[in-house]
């Protein structure tokens, strides 16, 4: 292909219409740095906790720019993905996971109710999402996957056979389970709007240039002024500038991944029938897990996740464009004539067990960490995130389910024999699958 046609992200407005920048210094009781979701969710957990509190919300770009507003639209009631290999024997570890997915779920529903009784278009829909196995390998990784949804208290739907009238190229095998698909910036703008119509300071294109705490205050430096704050909650995911802490404040270690995306022109019925027939979004577990939906008749297609530095090069990386488009053809090479609307990469910042990190910074309390938010799972888990703040920021030892998810994310670990534990799994479905057959 020659050229992508690269963009920020497809789903900005043409017109971006932005908050003023902090100008002034000023005071404030708790201050939220980022402007996505999980800044955005920390918000109106605080306001709801406390309809007077004074809160102010500063973002460096403006609200959405980072990966909130640069996914796929999928919301998952996912617990951390990486969850789903641990030993699931352990009757404790189970109940732990069988919670979170619930209490992730609960707070979806309540999202949905939020956006309608506010009025909130953000394109809030409920589907199913499809796995879609195209050779024997990944057919018994999507058994094996079945058998830890179920533990896991997910919903899902097993297909074995020709799954041609569910998805546009030869697949093998199907597994479905429930997704809510969305628009991530008419979702953050709402959000946006719904705090501002509750008192919310929220100010854009406000980059902080420092953060320092004195262990009463946290003071806050852009470039435009300073905020100084009883506490405040630091949001930035994966932009984040170490150079602006202070030194007594220590950030957890995590790693940056960049994610790219495809979008098409406009598609005719004819092509949307022959990419996906149910009209359902749609993933395949290969090495970089592919991924695409249509919207607005179009085809958006994502994968390839590669450490970065998080830099303008990252975000226009050629051979990975590349090779997602490629990709894009292999599964669907009608499209090969069809010109594409927009190209966009970013960053996300992820932890080694893919839990986010919600906790207080390390030395000071005055300062919650509210980051990590990647991997699949990252949009639901950071829509709820707020509520565990808020159980932070007020102490509040009365919400013992915030507490106890705010425990698990703490204690989760890399689960060592979770790859034995994958490979053992899939290696016995595919013997299962072929004595079925004989």
Known sequence: MQGFPFSTSFWFDDEIGASPPLRRDSQTEVVIIGGGFAGLSSAYYLRRCDPDIHITLIEAKHIGFGASGRNAGFVMNLPPLLWLLDDLANAQ?????????AMILEHINAMGFLLEAESIDAEWTHTQHMLVARNCIEAATLRWLATRFTAAGLESSYYNGDATQMIGYPARAVLTFPVVLMHPYKLARGLQALLTRHDVQVFEQS??????????????????????AQKAVLTTNAYIDRGALQTNIALPKASIYHTYLLATELLSPELQQCISPTGQPFADPSGSFFYGRLHDNRLLFGGIDRESRNTLADDHHLPSFERLYAEMLRRFPVLANVP????????????????????????????????GYGGGSGVGMGLLSGRLVAALIFEDATDVDALRLIDLYERSRFPLLGPVRTATGVVKQMLLGWFREL
Do not use: F, M
């Open 93 to 101: 570890r189970v109940d732990d996971i069988r919670w979170t997915t």
């Open 340 to 371: 594409l609307a927009a190209a966009w990469g970013g960053a996300v910042q992820e932890t080694s067990t893919k839990a986010p990190i919600v906790r207080y910074a390390d030395s000071n309390r005055n300062l919650v960490l509210n980051t």
């Open 207 to 228: 980059p902080v240039t420092q953060i320092a705490s004195d262990g009463k205050d946290v003071v806050v430096k852009t470039s435009g002024g300073t905020i100084r």
